[in-house]
């Protein structure tokens, strides 16, 4: 079997590393999150070499993931759409919780409230995107109006890329 901290199996952290270069992004600050994996699985060297192999690349996936997101930090995810907030989130989340009363107890009642909680929050959202696209129409035709070209066909860009 393989030595050093994981025995199971055949290759090193070094060996690792550079075989599967896509675990650590060149972007990234990688030698921290070199530092951080190879405390990690110095950690895993208490195993046992009866134990499953996918066990082990299980628990080097989740300390690679980890250390990647103690060094790095969470990704904020780009808004693509401007109009949604606070307000959509709640409608969304009066959705989600008519849904799982549905699920748990399928009964005349639950359906009829999951059905309105879903009518809602299409209305709700129909009518905000509509708001946001009035705002955007309105200002570019001020754009149009003062002349502000750069801005007119900014907007008239995002409307095409929707």
């Known amino acids: 079997m393989g030595t050093g901290p994981f025995p199971g199996l055949k290759c090193g952290l070094g060996v ?3 075989t599967y270069p896509f675990l650590v992004p060149q972007s ?3 030698t921290a999150i070199k530092v951080e994996i190879t405390y990690r699985f110095v950690a895993l060297g208490n195993l046992n070499e009866d134990e499953d192999v996918n066990s082990i690349w299980g628990n080097i996936k989740q300390n690679i993931q980890t ?4 060094s790095l930090g969470m990704h904020e995810w780009k808004q693509h759409k401007p109009w949604f907030d606070e307000q959509c989130l709640a409608f969304l989340d009066q959705r989600r919780r008519a ?3 549905w699920v748990q107890d399928p009964c005349k009642s639950n359906v009829d409230n999951l059905n309105s909680g879903r009518r ?3 209305r709700h959202f129909r009518n905000k995107k509509k708001e946001y696209l009035i705002a955007k129409i309105e200002e570019s035709e001020a754009n ?5 070209i750069r801005d007119l066909y900014r907007g008239i860009n995002d409307f095409k890329k929707g």
């Open 120 to 122: 809602d929050v299409s």
């Open 28 to 30: 990234w600050n990688s």
């Open 144 to 148: 149009s109006k003062i002349n502000n």
């Open 67 to 70: 250390s990647a997101k103690e």
């Open 16 to 18: 690792l590393l550079t």
């Open 99 to 101: 849904k799982m009363q």
